[in-house]
């Protein structure tokens, strides 16, 4: 069974803060990453991709990779209370030819004020 | 640019009846994807349609079945309809490739009664 899993959390950090969420995946073959956020009420937002091992950085964001470890992370620097969301780790399982996109289960995030 | 269009927004629909939903990609995008959000198991992958060719399917039952349409309009088809169906259901557009990331709609909250 092709997963990506992720700790549900609540992870709850004070505001300025760095918020670290994590994800592992299954399949060694897959080439492509994504985090996605999510209000409640709202559908998933499409914050980061990362395809390459090494570290993305967009702003407060900054997206880490690891294929050897099948790890995933992102960082959110000087959280803000506006960060509270559900994140959600999504990956194209199976490589090359595979567009189907799992997502994880999300960690919910609150900054705290 | 437009985004993805999914209608209707909101459907109440009774047991053992059949719905129709739809959804309208990002202008130039030929890719499709149906997820099923429910609390408890999250995002649940249904299928993914490219150039009217259904590319990878999930483990759901046969109920559940889609559409993609010359102009990449898609539908999804959910038959007999089942309380545990109840569900946001979401769509996301894509160029094609995948590794670009999808744009979600707004999604359709179908409650079965």
């Known amino acids: 069974q092709k997963e990506v899993e992720q700790n549900s959390g609540p992870l709850s950090v004070p505001e300025g803060a760095i918020a670290s969420l994590n994800c592992t995946y299954s399949?060694?073959?897959?080439?492509?990453f994504f985090w996605y956020r999510q209000y409640s009420g709202k559908s998933p937002e499409l914050i980061m991709s990362?395809?390459?091992?090494g570290d993305k950085e967009d702003g407060r964001f900054t997206a880490q990779l690891n294929k050897a470890s099948q790890y995933v992370s992102l960082l959110i620097r000087d959280s803000q209370p506006s960060d509270s969301a559900t994140y959600l780790c999504?990956?194209?399982?199976?490589?090359?030819?595979?567009?189907?996109?799992?997502f994880g289960k999300g960690t919910k995030l609150s900054v705290i004020p | 640019k437009a985004g993805v269009t999914q209608t209707p927004r909101y459907l109440i629909k009774t047991r053992g009846q059949q719905v129709t939903l739809s959804c309208s990609p990002i202008?130039?995008?030929?890719?499709v994807s149906w997820y099923q959000q429910t609390p408890g198991q999250g995002l649940q992958f249904l299928f993914e349609?490219?150039?009217?060719?259904?590319?990878n399917k999930g483990n759901f039952p046969g109920r559940f079945s889609g559409r993609q349409f010359s102009n990449s309009r898609s539908e999804m088809n959910v038959s007999t309809l089942e309380l545990g169906d109840s569900a946001l259901y979401l769509c996301?557009?894509?160029?094609?490739?995948?590794?670009?990331?999808?744009?979600f709609g707004s999604g359709t909250r179908l409650t079965v009664v």
């Open positions: 202008s130039g995008h030929r890719s």
């Open positions: 999504a990956v194209i399982l199976g490589g090359a030819g595979s567009y189907q996109l799992t």
């Open positions: 349609y490219f150039s009217e060719t259904q590319r």
């Open positions: 990362i395809y390459s091992n």
């Open positions: 996301a557009s894509s160029s094609g490739q995948g590794a670009r990331g999808y744009t």
């Open positions: 399949d060694r073959g897959s080439q492509s």
